[in-house]
């Protein structure tokens, strides 16, 4: 398990150093997020892990992007965002 910062309101995620034979691009997931008790955009859960599509851009973490903590474990890294307008166009959205 790992501790992945992420830019807030980011659906489409990659998990870095996920890449394997099987999985050459790695793995993503989609992130749920909701608003808490006092309107703040949290993280209400997440999708199970998937392989990234071979077609899909991946866009580096924004420095300036507030950030939230997502998974548990030891030292955070930062979650790389996949556009989701191409996850539409993958699944003919």
Do not use: K
Not at 22 to 43: F, K, T
Not at 46 to 72: D, M, V
């Amino acid at each position: 398990m790992i501790i992945m910062q992420i830019p807030r309101g980011a659906r489409f995620i990659g998990i870095p150093g996920t890449e394997s034979v099987e999985n050459p691009r790695g793995l993503m997931v989609e992130v749920y997020w909701e608003q808490d008790d006092s309107g703040s955009l949290c993280i209400s859960g997440h999708s199970p892990e998937t392989p990234i599509p071979p077609n899909i851009q991946l866009q580096a973490p924004l420095n300036s992007a507030s950030r939230r903590g997502f998974l548990a474990g030891n030292a955070p890294v930062l979650g790389l965002v996949i556009d989701p307008h191409s996850m539409q166009t993958l699944n003919g959205r």
